[in-house]
């Protein structure tokens, strides 16, 4: 018995050393047979290649990273360390061209490495991806076929899967991971859009409290901030906040949003925003504005009265837009982020484009006219605020202009009233559907239109001033035309009205008011000044700026009657802004602010 036992033990001892040879030369077989199958090696590569991708983003990713974090912030420190020596020698003409170069590559390059950490975001991602995939087709196309084999110990089991376990969870990581990195990423260009998506603009009350375009809401030149200073001098400091100089020229007038001061300027070399501190008179950025490579500056033909960015700014509240004598619209954020540019083609216009922006809700506004009106190319254009797309366009057959448009609200609807020889069209803002036309204006227009006490009130220069009554449809030149004035009437400046009077200036400084109900001359009175700047309106007082930069502030009424006279001391084309307690002017060189402080309280920033 005991024989025939140890023969079966040493039968299957013999059996157990045969099958694990036979084990042993099968999986060096499949191992043999792995490695010369194209398919497998193929994945294999696939996967070593997403390795190395993974990890030459990984680095390039983290470069970046560092790039952002300490040379940005170096830049930046350096940007206002120049800014602050150049209020310290405001003529160092060089280091202001080194303080403009440093501005534009601390936000080209802050563009650029946000948009390099979004695509290697992306990038990285997609290679894990392949690494994870081809790795684990690889390691299933390894494995070896079900068939009989020897029972693997529990402890050799328990570890295999814990390798894979480990495996899982560390791939698992590195994808969340890198979804978390292109979330952190992208997280400051997707906030901005979705705030301008969730605010697209500013309401109508907003609007009216802010300054936000060429003489303010509607473009009526009227503020609804009374307490606005009536004495200053800018030779002696008195009344004067802040003066801070401006990079470039423009005739372009302040455009204010509650802490904010929005200006243009250009030369034939460039095209900038400027945006400054309310409070301080501190640059706080400045965009640029590119043009297309096809236009230089010998194809533009401007006059010096005009100059290459006499168009005010606009703002909805939320962006700030801007255009140029290049035909170049820009859209830009409150942190002086470029949202879009486009070019307009080059404006066929004989003194230089000159019309100012005008916006409604979302929506910009240009008057684009140009040419003789026969070929076609004039335009009224409406922008996407956000995108700087073409809401709408209507196309009109009508030569240059140079007034702006305004939308003004005609019994609790919106019309958008534009001047243009030999027409005063309205149009639904919303759409561009055409509301109403006037056949009863002509030459070069400057002047823009105002609507006081219901009445649409439009300038033909030195000609006439028609008062139209908005409330028709089609043509209306027979029908809605309340009266007509034709003394005093102004080349340049705009009207403004208290709703009762209507009061003109023209550049040779004749002062002429109206009744708005029946056109009726009430007075003149001529002022011994040339004057560019239109005038405003703030309580019952007018504001009268002349070329000189002396501010006649005259009582509102029937008559005139002269309540002050205030000196700058610099030459002023540009109407004023105002805020409450506060008075911006642009001058030649400097903006000034004025309000109601001693002078010992005064600063200047150069």
Same mark, same amino acid.
């Given at each position: 018995?005991?024989?025939?036992?140890?023969?079966?033990?040493?039968?299957?001892?013999?059996?157990?050393?045969?099958?694990?040879?036979?084990?042993?030369?099968?999986?060096?077989?499949?191992?043999?047979?792995?490695?010369?199958?194209?398919?497998?090696?193929?994945?294999?590569?696939?996967?070593?290649?997403?390795?190395?991708?993974?990890?030459?983003?990984?680095?390039?990713?983290?470069?970046?990273?560092?790039?952002?974090?300490?040379?940005?912030?170096?830049?930046?420190?350096?940007?206002?360390?120049?800014?602050?020596?150049?209020?310290?020698?405001?003529?160092?003409?060089?280091?202001?061209?080194?303080?403009? =170069?440093?501005?534009?590559?601390?936000?080209?390059?802050?563009?650029?490495?946000?948009?390099?950490?979004?695509?290697?975001?992306?990038?990285?991602?997609?290679?894990?991806?392949?690494?994870?995939?081809?790795?684990?087709?690889?390691?299933?196309?390894?494995?070896?076929?079900?068939?009989?084999?020897?029972?693997?110990?529990?402890?050799?089991?328990?570890?295999?899967?814990?390798?894979?376990?480990?495996?899982?969870?560390?791939?698992?990581?590195? %994808?969340?991971?890198?979804?978390?990195?292109?979330?952190?990423?992208?997280?400051?260009?997707?906030?901005?859009?979705?705030?301008?998506?969730?605010?697209? &603009?500013?309401?109508?009350?907003?609007?009216?409290?802010?300054?936000?375009?060429?003489?303010?809401?509607?473009?009526?030149? %009227?503020?609804? &901030?009374?307490?606005?200073?009536?004495?200053?001098?800018?030779?002696?400091?008195?009344?004067?906040?802040?003066?801070?100089?401006?990079?470039? *020229?423009?005739?372009?007038? *302040?455009?204010?949003?509650?802490?904010?001061?929005?200006?243009?300027?250009?030369?034939?070399?460039?095209?900038?925003?400027?945006?400054?501190?309310?409070?301080?008179?501190?640059?706080?950025?400045?965009?640029?504005?590119?043009?297309?490579?096809?236009?230089?500056?010998? /194809?533009?033909?401007?006059?010096?009265?005009?100059?290459?960015?006499?168009?005010?700014?606009?703002?909805?509240?939320?962006?700030?837009?801007?255009?140029?004598?290049?035909? /170049?619209?820009?859209?830009?954020?409150?942190?002086?982020?470029?949202?879009?540019?486009?070019?307009?083609?080059?404006?066929?216009?004989?003194?230089?484009?000159?019309?100012?922006?005008?916006?409604?809700?979302?929506?910009?506004?240009?008057?684009?006219?140009?040419?003789?009106?026969?070929?076609? &190319?004039?335009?009224?254009?409406?922008?996407?605020?956000?995108?700087?797309?073409?809401?709408?366009?209507?196309?009109?057959?009508?030569?240059?202009?140079?007034?702006?448009?305004?939308?003004?609200?005609?019994?609790?609807?919106?019309?958008?009233?534009?001047?243009?020889?030999?027409?005063?069209?309205?149009?639904?803002?919303?759409?561009?559907?055409?509301?109403?036309?006037?056949?009863?204006?002509?030459?070069?227009?400057?002047?823009?239109?105002?609507?006081?006490?219901?009445?649409?009130?439009?300038?033909?220069?030195?000609?006439?001033?028609?008062?139209?009554?908005?409330?028709?449809?089609?043509?209306?030149?027979?029908?809605?035309?309340?009266?007509?004035?034709?003394?005093?009437?102004?080349?340049?400046?705009? *009207?403004?009205?208290?709703?009762?009077?209507?009061?003109?200036?023209?550049?040779?400084?004749?002062?002429?008011?109206?009744?708005?109900?029946?056109?009726?001359?009430?007075?003149?009175?001529?002022?011994?000044?040339?004057?560019?700047?239109?005038?405003?309106?703030?309580?019952?007082?007018?504001?009268?700026?002349?070329?000189?930069?002396?501010?006649?502030?005259?009582?509102?009424?029937?008559?005139?009657?002269?309540?002050?006279?205030?000196?700058?001391?610099?030459?002023?084309?540009?109407?004023?802004?105002?805020?409450?307690?506060?008075?911006?002017? =642009?001058?030649?060189? &400097?903006?000034?602010?004025?309000?109601?402080?001693?002078?010992?309280?005064?600063?200047?920033?150069?």
């Amino acid at each position: 018995m005991l024989q025939v036992l140890s023969e079966r033990a040493g039968t299957m001892e013999e059996d157990q050393k045969h099958g694990g040879s036979t084990l042993m030369a099968e999986t060096t077989e499949q191992t043999r047979t792995r490695d010369t199958n194209p398919w497998h090696q193929a994945v294999r590569s696939t996967a070593l290649v997403g390795a190395a991708f993974t990890a030459i983003f990984a680095v390039l990713l983290a470069v970046n990273l560092v790039g952002s974090a300490v040379i940005g912030p170096w830049r930046e420190n350096r940007l206002a360390a120049m800014r602050v020596q150049i209020q310290k020698e405001p003529a160092n003409e060089q280091l202001l061209s080194e303080i403009r =170069r440093l501005d534009f590559r601390i936000r080209r390059d802050r563009l650029w490495r946000l948009e390099f950490a979004r695509k290697g975001a992306f990038l990285l991602l997609g290679s894990i991806v392949v690494l994870v995939v081809a790795g684990r087709v690889a390691g299933d196309m390894a494995k070896k076929p079900p068939r009989p084999q020897l029972v693997l110990e529990r402890g050799d089991r328990q570890m295999r899967e814990a390798r894979q376990a480990r495996r899982a969870v560390a791939g698992g990581l590195a %994808v969340a991971a890198v979804g978390m990195l292109l979330l952190g990423l992208t997280r400051r260009v997707d906030f901005v859009q979705a705030q301008e998506a969730g605010t697209a &603009h500013a309401s109508a009350a907003e609007m009216q409290a802010q300054w936000p375009r060429f003489r303010g809401p509607a473009g009526a030149g %009227v503020s609804t &901030h009374a307490d606005v200073p009536t004495t200053w001098n800018g030779k002696t400091g008195e009344g004067i906040l802040w003066k801070t100089p401006i990079p470039l *020229p423009g005739h372009n007038s *302040p455009v204010v949003w509650q802490d904010r001061i929005f200006l243009s300027g250009a030369d034939p070399n460039g095209r900038q925003v400027y945006c400054f501190d309310a409070r301080s008179g501190q640059l706080l950025w400045q965009g640029d504005v590119p043009t297309v490579p096809t236009i230089s500056a010998d /194809d533009l033909h401007i006059m010096e009265d005009t100059g290459y960015a006499a168009c005010t700014v606009a703002t909805d509240g939320r962006r700030v837009y801007a255009i140029f004598a290049t035909g /170049d619209v820009a859209g830009f954020d409150f942190h002086g982020r470029r949202l879009w540019h486009r070019n307009l083609g080059l404006p066929d216009s004989a003194y230089g484009y000159a019309c100012s922006l005008e916006t409604f809700e979302r929506l910009v506004l240009i008057q684009y006219d140009q040419g003789d009106g026969r070929d076609g &190319h004039s335009r009224v254009y409406a922008l996407d605020g956000v995108s700087g797309r073409t809401a709408w366009e209507a196309k009109r057959e009508l030569p240059s202009s140079w007034t702006t448009p305004v939308v003004v609200d005609v019994a609790g609807k919106p019309q958008l009233i534009t001047v243009a020889d030999p027409f005063v069209v309205a149009y639904n803002p919303a759409d561009g559907k055409e509301l109403w036309r006037a056949d009863c204006v002509g030459g070069d227009l400057a002047p823009s239109p105002i609507l006081a006490g219901g009445l649409v009130l439009a300038v033909q220069p030195y000609a006439q001033m028609v008062a139209i009554k908005p409330t028709g449809q089609g043509d209306v030149t027979k029908t809605h035309i309340a009266w007509k004035a034709e003394d005093g009437i102004p080349d340049i400046c705009s *009207p403004v009205s208290d709703g009762t009077h209507v009061y003109l200036l023209d550049t040779e400084g004749l002062i002429t008011c109206y009744a708005v109900a029946d056109g009726k001359k009430v007075y003149e009175h001529e002022i011994k000044e040339s004057f560019r700047a239109s005038p405003s309106l703030v309580g019952d007082k007018l504001y009268f700026l002349s070329h000189k930069g002396v501010m006649y502030i005259v009582q509102a009424g029937s008559e005139y009657k002269e309540l002050g006279k205030c000196e700058l001391g610099e030459e002023c084309f540009a109407s004023p802004a105002f805020a409450d307690g506060r008075i911006y002017l =642009r001058g030649a060189k &400097h903006l000034y602010c004025i309000g109601s402080v001693p002078a010992s309280a005064t600063s200047e920033t150069k």
